[in-house]
């Protein structure tokens, strides 16, 4: 496995350059916009799947490496499961890095605090999962452009469910409910007190999650032609 | 002993295009070409081998292994050429080694930096500064050193000057000299096959229209030439790709014995054909000028 994953940072090796730079702006805007903790948690969720499933199947296809990975001698379910390590891999590395760059410049002592809590770290976990199952296994098996057609048709769809869900004064309306129970669900997992049986919860569910990305992401990509 | 690559009955399908019911053998020690026109099928075929396209139904195995079930196994001991390689540009050549070397165990340090002095590999330059023809040189000392028993190969010849292309041809004589390893290649270059392969299979819109040794085709393939008045509805069920001028025919035949006695007492030739001449006949099929 080891052996993959250095191909995998070989060959993606710009891209993690970019990726070091874009995480030092992204710090660096947290403290001087003075961003709650909770709210760069969740940016922090959304922002590392997207640029380790994204970007990294972008420079991919620009150099058909998968051409290449999948004439040596591994299989594709290994292959898939050094891209998934490699990711996570590179997202702590990115989370560990934020902890490191608030402490030596935040100024507000209770978000390093929070930071340094374990329950940030097993929220970070889960929110990641989830976004990087859909994504993962979407850009493994449709590519970049697939993935770009399928973030532009969910953005569509929010836009048209906020639309609609805002044109109804109606409290029972299907879509503000739907769109509330997501909203308390974020802050179910924000605001809930860390106790063990949560937070065994919240790495189970985000064990699970990442579970089933891998087999689902293998289920596709074994079907792909190159 | 086991032939180094066995297919039976491999179909895979496309929208527009489908390989039907390939089979072919291909013993271990020898060198295949395979040859056929633009989208024939030769590039899918040597990737349905490596399992890198998805089969439809059919078998495949390569040293008697199954290509599903091996198929670690098989890609360690295949040496594969694409026809377009596809390395990352900003990548030298040393690193692409680095890379390669982790995933072979017969890897050979010697041999590839041999290699690279052979064929003018400048180890420090980047990917990108090398032209089509060099990243295919790279390719091929990729896929000859870490001791591969089969060298696999699309188009490993497009791209290459003239003199490389007589040396790329004497290393896979010199290859094969172990009796363990063989060669499939693909080509569209004719005279290549000619020089090097002992077995040659000819693929046309995905269908296999004669897999054999190169001395069973010359020996029993004819190129026929004759008077447009003998040929009739009959004589031409023993004829491939005819084509009439108003000179005459040209046309093939997969057995010049029977056309031989077929056309008894009537006054036609039959050449020994060159593989372009049986490339260009069964592509072009019937033509009427």
Redesign the interface.
Same mark, same amino acid.
């Given at each position: 496995m080891l052996?993959h994953i250095?191909?995998e940072l070989?060959?993606n090796?710009?891209q993690l350059y970019i990726f070091a730079g874009y995480m030092i702006v992204f710090w660096i805007w947290i403290d001087w916009k003075d961003i709650p903790f909770r709210m760069s948690l969740v940016f922090l969720s959304f922002v590392l799947p997207l640029f380790c499933a994204v970007s990294i199947q972008a !420079?991919e296809e620009k150099?058909? %490496?998968w051409?290449?990975n999948?004439?040596?001698?591994?299989?594709r379910k290994t292959l898939v499961l050094a891209r998934l390590i490699t990711s996570w891999s590179l997202m702590f590395a990115a989370y560990v890095f934020g902890l490191l760059f608030s402490a030596l410049f935040q100024e507000n002592p209770a978000f390093l605090s929070q930071f340094l809590e374990p329950k940030s770290l097993l929220i970070f976990l889960l929110f990641s999962s989830l976004f990087l199952a859909f994504l993962f296994s979407f850009v493994i098996r449709f590519g970049m452009s697939g993935v770009i057609l399928g973030l532009v048709a969910l953005q569509v769809l929010g836009v048209i469910t906020l639309l609609l869900a805002s044109a109804s004064n109606n409290k029972d309306n299907i879509l503000r409910s739907f769109l509330h129970s997501i909203i308390n669900g974020v802050k179910f997992f924000l605001d809930h007190d860390p106790t063990p049986g949560f937070l065994l919860l919240l790495l189970v569910s985000a064990a699970a999650v990442n579970i089933f990305t891998f087999k689902f992401s293998h289920f596709l990509f %074994? !079907?792909?032609?190159? | 002993m086991e032939p180094a690559l066995e297919i039976n009955k491999l179909r895979k399908e496309y929208k527009d295009f489908k390989l039907n019911d390939i089979s072919l053998r291909l013993p271990s020690g020898y060198i295949m070409g395979l040859i056929g026109p633009n989208g024939a099928g030769k590039t899918t075929l040597i990737?349905l081998i490596?399992n890198?396209?998805?089969r439809k139904s059919g078998e495949i195995k390569v040293f008697g292994l199954d290509n599903l079930t091996h /198929?670690?196994?098989i890609?360690?001991r295949i040496g594969?050429v694409?026809e /377009?390689p596809?390395?990352?540009?900003?990548?030298k050549v040393k /690193?692409i080694r680095?890379?390669?070397s982790?995933?072979?165990t017969n890897w050979n340090n010697d041999l590839f930096s041999s290699l690279c002095g052979e064929f003018g590999l400048p180890l420090n330059k980047r990917i990108a500064a090398l032209s089509r023809g060099t990243k295919m040189k790279l390719s091929l000392a990729l896929a000859l050193s870490h001791d591969s028993d089969f060298l696999l190969m699309d188009e490993p010849t497009t791209g290459l000057d003239p003199v490389f292309r007589r040396d790329l041809l004497r290393k896979f004589s010199e290859v094969i000299q172990n009796e363990n390893k063989t060669v499939l290649f693909s080509t569209h270059i004719t005279s290549d096959l000619e020089r090097a392969a002992d077995y040659i299979t000819y693929i046309q819109k995905g269908e296999i229209l004669f897999s054999c040794t190169k001395d069973h085709l010359f020996e029993t393939w004819g190129l026929v030439k004759g008077g447009n008045e003998i040929l009739d509805h009959e004589s031409k069920k023993f004829l491939k790709g005819v084509q009439r001028s108003p000179y005459g025919f040209k046309a093939l035949t997969a057995d010049k014995e029977k056309v031989r006695r077929a056309f008894a007492g009537k006054n036609i030739l039959i050449d020994k054909p060159s593989l372009d001449d049986i490339m260009f006949l069964l592509s072009k099929g019937e033509i009427n000028a």
């Open positions: 052996k250095r191909r070989i060959f090796q710009t !420079r150099f058909k %490496a051409t290449l999948c004439s040596l001698p591994t299989n %074994a !079907r792909r032609d190159f | 990737k490596l890198m396209t998805q /198929e670690t196994d890609r360690s594969f694409h /377009e596809h390395y990352y540009s900003y990548l /690193e680095a890379l390669f982790r995933f072979y």
